[in-house]
């Protein structure tokens, strides 16, 4: 053989061999890879121990993976439902414990310092703790056995074999090992909730920071109108306190002003009236740049905390119920749709509870908390929406290292210390100081630690007096150092930082088997404060406003109080016998949707922040169609629940049409235009061409993209952080200033020449038809809404990592979605940022009182928290295409049903 002949054979075989290695390396990796996610795969069939139990109890899981758990005792219910939520959710569990105990750093190191050092200076754990204390035994028995059983399942799982994530983690901080769960780590997630669904506190921060930019008071006022109650129903439309018991029949007494409007009057505390006074801000009542730096960089610091549940004004819900008098069975139906941040897996767990004795009921948990949340037993059911209170009050306060003052006197401040341990680095241990109103969580800022160390003083150097002026304001400051060392920090006054019984409602409602008891645990609902609907078998609808609600001396919340003038604090809280609550309306339904809760003759303030009524009038408009057309049906309910329609449009569209007509549009915009001629205003993803859905989706692409530019170029002198979002608040505003075509709002801060409502409108048609040939082309009867307004659920730790493999392993692809804000398919997202969703349906229920075998559910993602679990994405695509799933109830019909069958052993 020659040479040649043996070299090319030697080199065939080199190749043959370099291709059968690298196969073989590619073998190895990805069956590693498949290894490594699928050792975390929990069993969900066949036996497993779990220590602690009196009996063997049997789970049956569907298709989806939604358990269905059957135990003797309630002890063992909940053991099992504590293992079952480690099973498929402690990743999950873990991070919202750190989330919730300020200790982030611990999991991924220093850039998490300053939002544990917030979370510390609030101390959601330390309030947890508090709360166990006053609880019920029941309550702690049943925390506790549900953290045995969470800690029997991470007796036999650590790291890698827990879930993802723990490998993930590991490649930053390998030192992390996971601890034991305890019950306060149940109690701390209520924190949590409450602090996402907070209320207004936003607002607040927002109205003194523009004051702080330089806005006018009037300027403010602009961006914040009166509820609508001419238009948009509240939720209670009759109704007034007698003898200290809200009476839905009392007639309502006139000339009260206690839930008014907001800039109306200064309400007073308990007892209702009002008093002349117009609510006074502190930051703009002293004049100091210090005050105002404060407030400013405050918004930003809270901006950047986590939130578990989601952020903006997408945050809240629909709920209705319908009486039986309306319905084709005879029997109420329940409806329930939270809106909350979209996040990988859903914020909601299915299950069902029954067991040998009280517990027998079904519906959506969180992970980390035993019991249902919302859902039914065998006789009740009800939902929830954020009722949205004024419960979180800021007070600018004059401090002096430790000391702070109050009525004139200096007085100490409360002082603790904290340690937070940082993953590769050292402890950083924290001072947090508090006022009697709370908090200083300005301290927490980096920007501003220093604030406090010395207080604005006279020429003589001595403190300044507290202004004997209405405005509060003090003496100008002399002092040379920097303004952060004015004397100046802010005090977070929040219900959520009192103890409270929240758990204990849970179970009391899980087990309610009438409205008299449904009541007794809507009084223990204390924080975050919700509108609770009510259905039972018997027939009867109701509606109950619970919570925690402050009672002020002074001031109606909506700007930031002076600390240092106690007129300002809190004077307790509303009696529940107060709050309103609805039996049997005679409308014969209920309709719940953030918005106003009672008329302004209620004689205590709730709060002046409300949705404004666009989702919740649009329902009850539902429900009137499908109660004229006949009998209400599951399937009614079900489209009510998915309907897309804008109610802004019929008001913004003509005046568009109007501004074009008047001017010199281009021929794209005219054809743009055209899209809404014969438009219903439904906001479909997409559609094929000369469909319905076809010309609805491009008519609404093109309406948002007008929608995003009117605001932009309208509100151009805002901050950008302050920007509107587009949200049902932002309609309120354009709808005030669509009537004021020569408002200074319309006119652009950077062109020389004053532009009115007409110039503003005809500009953002022009900017909007361009933004869609650009990204969509030139044929507006293509354009879709669904190519815009994309849903991205992200993996709430790992999501958003900036490594683009990560990313691929925790989140879920883009998909094209329906609604809008302020819809009733609520898929919210921010005008000021772009198109993409950051608000949803978190979950969707119907309850048929009449057949609960018949109810429906359906959640955002799946029930498991492992990523590529068949149950991880799989309800997805049928959550974003309107479809439920059976809720079912009886056993038989759930064993029918089991796709797994896992029996839990003593």
């Not at 069939?45 to 569907?62: F, Q, S, Y």
């Not at 009867?540 to 909506?558: F, L, M, S, W």
């Not at 398919?825 to 940022?833: D, E, L, Q, R, Y």
Request: hydrophobic share 40%; proline share 6%; net charge negative.
């Amino acid at each position: 053989m020659s040479p040649a002949r043996i070299l090319s054979s030697r080199v065939g075989r080199i190749a043959l061999w370099a291709v059968a290695v690298l196969t073989t390396l590619t073998l190895v990796l990805t069956l590693a890879a498949v290894w490594t996610v699928r050792r975390a795969f929990p069993q969900h069939d066949g036996a497993l121990r779990l220590p602690g139990l009196t009996a063997p109890v049997t789970v049956h899981r569907d298709d989806h993976g939604i358990p269905q758990v059957y135990a003797t005792t309630a002890e063992d219910l909940f053991r099992a439902q504590g293992y079952l939520h480690a099973q498929d959710r402690f990743w999950e569990m873990d991070f919202r414990r750190h989330v919730t105990g300020g200790r982030l750093a611990e999991l991924f190191g220093e850039s998490q310092l300053e939002t544990d050092i917030y979370l510390r200076t609030m101390g959601w754990r330390r309030v947890a703790e508090q709360e166990w204390d006053i609880l019920a035994a029941d309550t702690k028995r049943y925390l506790q056995v549900y953290a045995d059983g969470v800690n029997a399942w991470l007796d036999e799982h650590d790291g890698g074999r827990a879930s993802l994530e723990y490998a993930v983690l590991g490649l930053q901080n390998s030192d992390y090992e996971i601890e034991a769960w305890h019950p306060v780590d149940s109690l701390a997630w209520l924190k949590a909730m409450a602090w996402d669904l907070r209320g207004n506190m936003r607002d607040e921060i927002t109205r003194a920071a523009l004051l702080a930019e330089g806005l006018t008071r009037q300027q403010v006022e602009d961006l914040y109108p009166a509820y609508p109650f001419d238009r948009n129903t509240p939720i209670v439309t009759e109704g007034d306190i007698v003898a200290g018991v809200f009476d839905q029949e009392a007639p309502v007494s006139p000339g009260r002003e206690g839930n008014a409007d907001p800039g109306a009057t200064d309400t007073a505390g308990a007892g209702g009236g009002a008093v002349t006074a117009q609510p006074i801000d502190a930051v703009e009542s002293t004049g100091d740049a210090a005050a105002a730096r404060t407030v400013t960089a405050l918004a930003g610091g809270l901006s950047r905390l986590p939130t578990v549940l989601g952020a903006g004004r997408g945050i809240g819900s629909n709920s209705w119920v319908i009486d039986g008098d309306l319905t084709d069975t005879g029997k109420p139906i329940l409806a329930n749709d939270p809106h909350l941040g979209p996040t990988m897996p859903g914020i909601w767990y299915q299950n069902g509870l029954h067991c040998e004795c009280e517990f027998n009921v079904t519906g959506f948990s969180f992970s980390g908390l035993p019991g249902v949340v919302i859902g039914h037993n065998s006789r009740i059911a009800w939902g929830l929406t954020n009722l949205n209170p004024d419960v979180t009050d800021l007070y600018l306060e004059r401090v002096n290292g430790d000391r702070v003052q109050v009525d004139g006197e200096w007085r100490p401040l409360e002082t603790r210390t904290e340690t937070i341990r940082v993953a590769g680095g050292e402890d950083v241990t924290i001072t947090v100081r508090a006022s009697g109103h709370g908090p200083l969580v300005s301290d927490a800022s980096a920007e501003l630690r220093d604030i406090g160390l010395a207080p604005p003083v006279d020429p003589a150097g001595s403190p300044a007096p507290v202004a004997a002026t209405p405005q509060l304001a003090p003496e100008p400051s002399t002092n040379s150092e920097d303004d952060r060392r004015d004397g100046y920090a802010i005090a977070l006054s929040w219900t959520a930082l009192r103890p409270g019984r929240t758990a204990d409602a849970i179970f009391a409602l899980n087990t309610a088997p009438g409205w008299t008891e449904f009541r007794a645990a809507a009084a223990m609902f204390e924080v975050p404060a919700q509108n609770l609907i009510y259905a039972d078998t018997d027939g009867t609808i109701g509606y109950q406003a619970p919570g925690r609600v402050p009672v002020r001396g002074k001031g109606d919340g909506r700007w930031m109080a002076p600390g240092w003038d106690s007129a300002y604090d809190w004077q307790g809280f509303i009696p529940f016998e107060e709050l309103p609550s609805v039996l049997d309306p005679p409308a014969g339904y209920l309709v719940t949707a953030n918005q106003a809760v009672i008329g302004p003759s209620y004689p205590h303030m709730l709060t002046t922040d409300w949705a404004y009524g666009y989702r919740s009038q649009r329902i009850h408009e539902l429900i009137e169609s499908a109660r004229d057309a006949g009998k209400i049906t599951v399937a009614d309910v079900q489209t009510m629940q998915f309907d897309n329609r804008n109610g802004f449009a019929p008001t913004l569209v003509p005046a568009v049409e109007t501004a074009l007509a008047a001017g010199d549009p281009s021929s794209l915009a005219r054809s743009a235009a055209d899209l809404w001629r014969d438009w219903d205003y439904q906001q479909p993803a997409e559609g094929e061409p000369d469909t319905d859905d076809g010309r609805s989706s491009a008519a609404a692409a093109y309406y948002n993209a007008v929608w995003r530019h009117l605001l932009l170029e309208t509100f151009d002198e805002l901050p950008e952080e302050h920007r509107l979002d587009g949200s049902d608040h932002s309609y309120e505003v354009v709808r005030g200033l669509l009537g004021l075509p020569g408002s200074p709002w319309w006119d652009r801060t950077e062109t020389e020449v004053v532009e009115g409502r007409d110039d503003i409108l005809w500009a953002a048609a022009e900017a909007a038809a361009g933004e869609l040939a650009r990204d969509q082309g030139d044929q507006p009867a293509e354009w879709r809404w669904g190519r815009m307004h994309t849903l991205t659920v992200r993996n709430q730790s790992f999501g958003t990592s900036g490594m683009g493999l990560v990313e691929w392993l925790f989140n879920a692809d883009p998909v094209a979605v329906s609604g809008g804000g302020a819809i009733v398919n609520a898929t919210g997202w921010n005008a000021a940022a772009g198109y993409e969703v950051n608000a949803v349906p978190s979950m969707r229920m119907i309850v048929d009182l009449a057949d609960l075998d018949a109810s429906r559910w359906i959640q955002l993602t799946g029930n498991s928290g492992h990523a590529f679990h068949r149950n991880y994405d799989d309800q997805l695509e049928l959550w974003r295409t309107g479809e439920t799933l059976p809720m079912r109830w009886e056993r038989a019909t759930i064993e029918a049903g089991a796709a797994q069958t896992l029996t839990l052993k003593p």
